[in-house]
């Protein structure tokens, strides 16, 4: 899913959520200052629930794998600060040249 279309339906869910809560608002006229504590906790339950869904969704989308790391097939026990170490070589597809 590409970034416009994923901000859409964020922006669309949040639309929806938010008038699904307006309606029940608007159905209890006069009774929001005693009766709909309720409904205001679980509005306040469901908005801290889309936040960190939403949150997690887009930190999933950044940290995303992505094929610009090349690792060695060979890992090699060397010395390093006087002590044995594995050592892996890492480099980065972009700096190769093209071919």
């Known amino acids: ?12 869910l949040f639309l929806g ?15 929001v ?16 629930f889309f ?3 939403m949150t997690g969704f887009i930190l999933a989308r950044l940290a995303r794998p992505r094929e610009s790391l090349a690792f060695s097939r060979v890992a090699v026990i060397g010395r390093y600060e006087g002590k044995r170490a594995l050592m892996v070589r890492v ?5 190769r040249p093209p071919g």
């Open 1 to 12: 899913m590409s970034w416009p279309v994923f901000g859409l339906l964020v922006a669309f």
């Open 17 to 31: 959520v938010n008038i699904v809560f307006g309606l029940i608002y608007a159905t209890m006229p006069g009774q």
């Open 33 to 48: 200052v005693n009766a709909a504590h309720a409904v205001a906790s679980v509005e306040i339950l469901t908005g801290l």
């Open 51 to 53: 936040s960190a869904t």
């Open 91 to 95: 480099v980065s597809i972009r700096s």
